[in-house]
Nanobody, 123 residues
């Protein structure tokens, strides 16, 4: 049973940046897929992107392409989500999740979830 713990959420002004980390236990990054999701108040959870050894990094939201990046660190068994040029609409709880299958934008495809970390973008 994989365990995931997110960290790094904080308050930033528009245009700022953050680095979120997802520490994964009991699942090697090489053996699984790690996805990043976010959920804003009153909205559905949406897939931001995912990373796997087979598929590399894949981004699902046009609104984050060119601003967000996903990378994995096998030595630390963690996956980072770097958020640049932050906008108020990026405000959400960010979650990482794991699956043994393929990258997917759908939350139902993932079996293990972290508790989430809050990102707030406001001036």
């Amino acid at each position: 049973q994989a365990q995931l713990v997110e960290s790094g959420g904080d308050l930033r002004q528009p245009g700022g940046h953050l680095r979120l980390s997802c520490k994964v236990s009991d699942l090697r990054l090489d053996d699984g897929v790690i996805g990043w999701f976010r959920q804003a108040p009153g909205k559905e959870r949406e897939g931001v992107g995912c990373i796997s050894r087979r598929e590399g990094a894949i981004y699902y939201l046009d609104s984050v392409k060119g601003r967000f990046s996903i990378s994995g660190d096998n030595a630390k068994n963690s996956v980072d989500l770097r958020l640049n040029l932050l906008k108020p609409e990026d405000t959400a709880i960010y979650y990482c999740a794991a699956t043994l299958n393929h990258c997917s934008r759908y939350a139902s495809s993932y079996d293990f979830w972290g508790q989430g970390t809050q990102v707030t973008v406001s001036s």
